[in-house]
């Protein structure tokens, strides 16, 4: 045997020495369980958003005059489901128990949320169910770790990668939801709790392909702005300026929802009979402005696809700010984001009408994104959340957007357990 020979045997036999091993972090314990999570707040995500359709069907029966009672009573069944069941809280509890309380979200009053936002989103409350989502699936998060005994750091990560499932499932965008649930943990530290990044992703990415496979759920976007093209660097100069104005709606916004809480806090008064109140406030608002309607899922490609005059456009945005303030204030429960949305679609509309010169695309997002950004304080997701939603092309404008949003947003958050222990 020559040198040549016994040098291609010893590496041979070297090869041998080491055997072939999966990689460790690929296919390990974690990455199953990441996408176990996944899998069940997909199914979780498709169960509720099944049951939200065939509620909201039944109760869309019920048009003019006769809407003002109806969400009348959601308002109170609601408010008793959560008087008798226990109070689920809301985005700010959440927030809270990931950054305080070591990550735990509890599942005791998941029942409570589940109906009472199934009544509040179905009867036409102005808030979606992205929160209830989060909270469900978050806690399922946190369940599943206390199950396989994990502490400190695994299990937050666990509750994280539940809240990220369910966001994604409903937005159908893996990544936006991933960095919108380490988002909206803090006003200014986007990853906080950076470990939980590769968790969010595989749940969300597992919660996307069940969603998907119950309710049928395509690729594409769910509002289409792509009809726009880039014309030079003033598009980016627009979308700042347009920012700007969507900011300053955020404010507005955040200040409509600090005067009516003061007003629902002026007399301590029983959860369902605030709940009551909203409804009848929000039946009346809906009677006279039936687009303020719902949450905006389906009502902003109304906005896109109508022919809506300068003056109703306006009743429609400032009423649709004080129909979402009335319903986060008076104890319905849901989120807030979709709606901010419809209002930024709004608002950019009306900036069209004004200025038909501009580009109405252009202005829609850039709105949509600073009045997001604005309030969640979640600049990343925001924009990819947008691209994704909208089909609009070109990131890079929407990223102007929210950073202008987001920086004018202000100093105090709005969803106060982003800033400190509460």
Known sequence: MN?????????????????????????SRAFLLWALLGLIGGVIAGVYWVGLEFLTHQLAFFNGWQ???????????????????????????IVNNIRFNKGKLDPKNNPSMVLSSLLCVASGGSLGPEAPLVQVTGSTGTWLGKLFRLKGEELRSLSIAGMASGFTALFGAPLGGSLFSLEILHHKHAVEYYKAIIPAFVASCFSYLVFALIIHLGLGPIWDLSAYQYSGIFDFAYAVLFAVIGAAFGWAFIFCTKFFKSLFEKKPLPIYIKTLIGGILLGIIAFYLPLTRYFGHHEINELLTGNFSLSLLFAILVFKIIAISITVTSGWRGGFIIPLFFVGTTLGIIIHHLFPSINLSLAIVSCMAAINACVTRTPMSTTILLATLTGFGHIIPILFASLTGYFLAPRIPFIGSQLGKE
Do not use: C, T, W
């Not at 040098?7 to 999966?22: E, S």
């Not at 009573?73 to 959560?82: F, N, T, V, W």
């Open 67 to 93: 809407v003002i009672p109806v969400m009348a009573i959601s308002g109170l069944l609601a408010g008793l489901i959560i008087h008798f069941i226990g109070d689920p809280g809301e985005i700010h509890l």
């Open 3 to 27: 040198l040549k020979q016994k040098k291609k045997l010893l590496k041979y036999l070297n090869i041998l020495d080491h055997p072939v091993r999966f990689n460790p972090f690929v296919f």
